[in-house]
Nanobody
Framework: QAQLVESGGGLVQPGGSLRLSCAASESIFTCHNMAWYRRPPGKQRELVATITSDGNTNYADSVKGRFTISRDNAKITVYLRMNSLKAEDTAVYYC?????????????????WGQGTQVTVSS
């Protein structure tokens, strides 16, 4: 099954760090733009950071200077390094990718989403 799978979430104290990973399954051949989103408790999903296939990045103002998005094209994996975490960073984090994958013998060029990973920043 073509999918993105996140890992690396958890509980961390304010000021701490975490690194999230998002790996494509074997049924995904390549991804162009990839991104991280998050959904804070009781709020709508928001864009955190994006990265193109050649490494150009953009960040939400709220995370600039603290978060770093990166990718490994050979592994079709995107990362989010989060430093100086604050309570307001608490959210379910989702990765997305505009990818080409195969499902049931048919190739699709579409946006894939991960299942989400919980990040809780609390003392």
């Amino acid at each position: 099954q073509a999918q993105l799978v996140e890992s690396g979430g958890g509980l961390v104290q304010p000021g701490g760090s975490l690194r999230l990973s998002c790996a494509a399954s074997e049924s995904i051949f390549t991804c162009h733009n990839m991104a991280w989103y998050r959904r804070p408790p009781g709020k709508q999903r928001e864009l955190v950071a994006t990265i193109t296939s050649d490494g150009n990045t953009n960040y939400a103002d709220s995370v600039k200077g603290r978060f770093t998005i990166s990718r490994d094209n050979a592994k079709i994996t995107v990362y989010l390094r989060m430093n100086s975490l604050k309570a307001e960073d608490t959210a379910v984090y989702y990765c997305s990718g505009d990818c080409i994958g195969t499902d049931g013998g048919t190739d699709y060029d579409k946006r894939y989403w991960g299942q989400g990973t919980q990040v809780t920043v609390s003392s």
